[in-house]
């Protein structure tokens, strides 16, 4: 079983380094496949440059207020483009971030935020966004907007993309990148997440994360 | 995975490759086209000759499951290994009472790189729109624009999965899942429930699938 998602988020690490190698990406070839990381090395994909997300926003699915990615000094702020009607990727990841957040305990977990960006705002509402992302993580924060060019653009800041059709008959047709990408008090995209990374090599990336949060505080 | 026979072995290969150079039609709709063709096709093969056929030569499978399906969602997805039976066969169809779900069929995971959005491929309109985006985009056009772009999935239906003779097929996040819509409840943790699968030869057979957070 494991071997499948190993093998899907290998090819994406392929399909990364094939078109990155230009940008030096010389560190998502070795360590990914593994699940034994240095400590002090993300097991993540490090994007080149860093995506910098500061003035990125989307709306609050609750109360529509504008949220930023960009988390107080000492937390990450996990970010993620997703859609409730799938049924195989989204929770799979999420499931796996959840194992995560669990596995590094209470008060790491607590520096750890969790926001989901529906792709697919014409079948989620905001109610079906909300509890989707709450049944995952009690105070996960849902985003949705109806302006597809504000969903673009804060896509686009993390390197994210989506399409959704929707046909007359039959069932919309989406597809959208599956990185969970992980935000610094800088705003930047501090590491991506492919699909199929363990929940072993998220914990390990959150407890590097927060120490260096911690240490950049002192 | 189980320790074969070598005949049989010899009997799967050689229809594995009678397979290949008649280029048996990927999962065509009409069920009966690539029936006529498989029973042709297995009639010299060792293991189709077996008087047993129905039950020696059925799949088996395990680890099956279904992920709880979040509040307001009324989707849902199994997963399970397949081990094929002494021929060659292929899963193509699911099915689930319509007291669980109103549709239930198979789909698989692939990557949508044919498909990709004009914001990946640096359309036009993303300037102008995108403050954030001067620092990634943009400043990667140069020599490989794609570079801070994630590999894009979609799931799509797929009217058959081959299972090779003795061989083991995975049905897993990320790769090929029975995909159900319309459920009637969500799946809640350490429910059960029965779900027939369907191959060309072996005919239908019902499993018994256990709703987990994980596998
Ligand atoms: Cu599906």
């Known amino acids: 079983m494991r071997l499948i998602r190993t093998a899907v988020a290998a090819l994406a690490l392929v399909t990364l380094a094939a078109v990155g190698t230009a940008c030096g990406e010389e560190d998502t070839a070795g360590p990914k496949a593994g699940s034994d990381?240095?400590?002090?090395?993300?097991?993540?994909?490090?994007?080149?440059?860093?995506?910098?997300?500061?003035?990125?926003?989307?709306?609050?699915?609750?109360?529509?207020?504008?949220?930023?990615?960009?988390?107080?000094?000492?937390?990450?702020?996990?970010v993620y483009f997703g859609y409730t009607a799938c049924p195989d990727i989204c929770p799979t990841t999420l499931s796996d971030l959840r194992n995560a957040l669990k596995s590094i305990g209470k008060t790491a977990a607590g520096h750890v935020r969790v926001a989901m960006a529906t792709i697919d705002p014409r079948r989620d509402s905001s109610v079906v966004l909300s509890g989707y992302l709450q049944s995952f993580f009690?105070?996960?924060?849902?985003?949705?907007?109806?302006?597809?060019?504000?969903?673009?653009?804060?896509?686009?800041?993390?390197?994210?993309?989506?399409?959704?059709?929707?046909?007359?008959?039959?069932?919309?047709?989406?597809?959208?990148?599956?990185?969970?990408?992980?935000?610094?008090?800088?705003?930047?995209?501090v590491v991506a997440w492919p699909f199929g990374t363990t929940a072993a090599d998220m914990a390990h990336d959150l407890e590097l994360l927060l120490h260096r949060e911690k240490e950049g505080a002192q | 995975m189980t320790p074969r026979p070598h005949r049989a072995r010899v009997g799967a290969l050689s229809f594995?490759?009678?397979?290949?150079?008649?280029?048996?039609?990927?999962?065509?709709?009409?069920?009966?086209?690539?029936?006529?063709?498989?029973?042709?096709?297995?009639?010299p093969t060792s293991a189709a000759t077996e008087t047993t056929e129905a039950t020696a030569s059925a799949p088996t499978i395990s680890d099956v499951w279904a992920r709880t399906s979040p509040s307001g969602v009324d989707r849902g997805a199994a997963y399970m290994v397949i081990t094929g039976g002494e021929a060659d066969d292929?899963?193509?169809?699911?099915?689930?009472?319509?007291?669980?779900?109103?549709?239930?069929e198979v789909h698989e995971v692939v990557m949508a790189d044919s498909s990709m959005p004009a914001t990946s491929m640096g359309g036009g309109g993303m300037e102008?729109?995108?403050?954030?985006?001067?620092?990634?985009?943009?400043?990667?056009?140069?020599?490989?624009?794609?570079?801070?772009?994630?590999?894009?999935?979609?799931?799509?239906?797929?009217?058959?999965?081959?299972?090779?003779a003795g061989e083991q097929v995975a049905l897993a996040p990320g790769g090929y899942h029975v995909m159900f819509m319309g459920l009637v409840k969500p799946f809640v943790v350490g429910e059960t429930f029965d779900l027939t699968l369907t191959f060309a030869k072996a005919g239908d057979v019902t499993?018994?699938?256990?709703?987990?957070d994980a596998p």
């Not at chain 1, 997300?53 to 609050?60: E, K, N, Q, S």
């Not at chain 2, 943009?138 to 239906?157: N, V």
């Not at chain 2, 499993?207 to 987990?212: I, L, Q, S, Y």
């Open chain 1, 37 to 78: 990381h240095l400590p002090d090395k993300l097991a993540g994909v490090e994007l080149d440059p860093a995506p910098d997300v500061t003035d990125a926003t989307l709306p609050r699915a609750d109360d529509g207020s504008a949220f930023s990615f960009v988390p107080e000094a000492g937390d990450v702020q996990l």
């Open chain 1, 138 to 189: 009690g105070d996960g924060v849902a985003l949705r907007t109806d302006d597809d060019s504000q969903l673009q653009a804060a896509a686009t800041a993390f390197g994210a993309t989506y399409e959704a059709k929707y046909p007359n008959q039959g069932e919309p047709q989406v597809s959208h990148s599956t990185y969970l990408y992980a935000v610094d008090h800088t705003g930047h995209v």
């Open chain 2, 16 to 43: 594995a490759v009678s397979l290949a150079l008649v280029g048996l039609p990927a999962c065509g709709e009409d069920d009966t086209a690539s029936e006529d063709t498989s029973t042709t096709e297995s009639a």
């Open chain 2, 90 to 104: 292929e899963l193509t169809g699911a099915a689930v009472s319509t007291e669980i779900a109103a549709k239930t």
């Open chain 2, 128 to 164: 102008t729109t995108m403050p954030a985006a001067e620092s990634t985009t943009p400043s990667m056009d140069g020599d490989a624009p794609a570079t801070t772009t994630a590999p894009a999935m979609e799931m799509r239906e797929v009217a058959s999965i081959k299972i090779p």
């Open chain 2, 207 to 212: 499993v018994t699938v256990e709703v987990k």
